[in-house]
């Protein structure tokens, strides 16, 4: 009889957890929703993923930690977890919204994702007042765009502008280049006066956007997409 009764109480409350709903979150800061619910792992799904356990998680209070840490990627999970990163290692492969069933510990009326299923957030790669586009620029071993660049390459080119634009400005680089979908450029100074711009035709090789986004332009073939940071 006590195996009966702890058995229905099981499936009542299995039932109880499974139709809990939540309400839409308040993401801050013009940040958007890469993914309502995605598939993490133990090596992570963010990179550069720094985890934080917190008795006040919520996406809100998440987004607004990671942007304060000058991380442009955040993600809720398993209730109290706070993930923050530079960009995506892979593709993410969603779940279905069920899955992210737990509530914040910040917030119990807002999902804070579930067991390996994380909530993805991240900011606009040229968000208004912070990044402009400079142009196409002639980029050749014996003529450089940058006199000085410190270069940077990562583990994925998924979203390779943000991950870029994110990597200068935490080193602090007021410009910022991308070169054939592979290599991002960070300089103190502007493109050298005798690197001639391109058309902008040449700077036609393709970076993936997350989920359905497609594709952006990531410079070319020695050709050097810039960005200057606009404060």
Avoid at 78 to 98: I, K, M, Q, S, W
Avoid at 129 to 156: H, L
Wanted: glycine content about 8%.
């Amino acid at each position: 009889m006590a195996f009966r009764t702890t058995t229905t109480a099981l499936i009542l409350l299995s039932l109880a957890h499974a139709a809990r709903s939540f309400v839409p979150a308040n993401i801050p800061l013009n940040w958007t929703t890469l993914s309502a619910c995605a598939v993490d792992d133990p090596a992570r799904i963010l990179a550069d993923d720094v985890t934080t356990q917190v008795t006040t998680n919520s996406p809100a209070a998440c987004v607004t930690s990671c942007a304060a840490q000058g991380f442009g990627y955040a993600g809720v999970e398993f209730a109290d977890e706070c993930h923050c990163g530079t960009g995506l290692v892979d593709a993410l492969v969603p779940a279905p919204a069920t899955d992210c069933n737990m509530a914040c510990t910040g917030d119990a009326n807002v999902a804070c994702g579930g067991a390996w299923r994380i909530q993805v957030y991240s900011f606009p790669a040229l968000r208004p007042g912070s990044w402009a586009y400079e142009g196409c620029i002639t980029d050749t071993p014996t003529a450089p765009a940058f006199a000085s660049v410190t270069t940077n390459t990562f583990a994925s080119n998924l979203d390779f502008v943000n991950q870029c634009l994110q990597a200068c400005s935490r080193a602090g680089f007021p410009f910022a280049g991308v070169e054939d979908a592979s290599v991002c450029q960070c300089s103190s100074g502007a493109p050298a006066a005798e690197a001639p711009k391109a058309d902008e035709t040449e700077c036609n090789s393709l970076c993936p956007l997350p989920g359905d986004a497609g594709f952006e332009f990531c410079g070319g073939v020695q050709r050097l997409g810039v960005y200057r940071f606009t404060g």
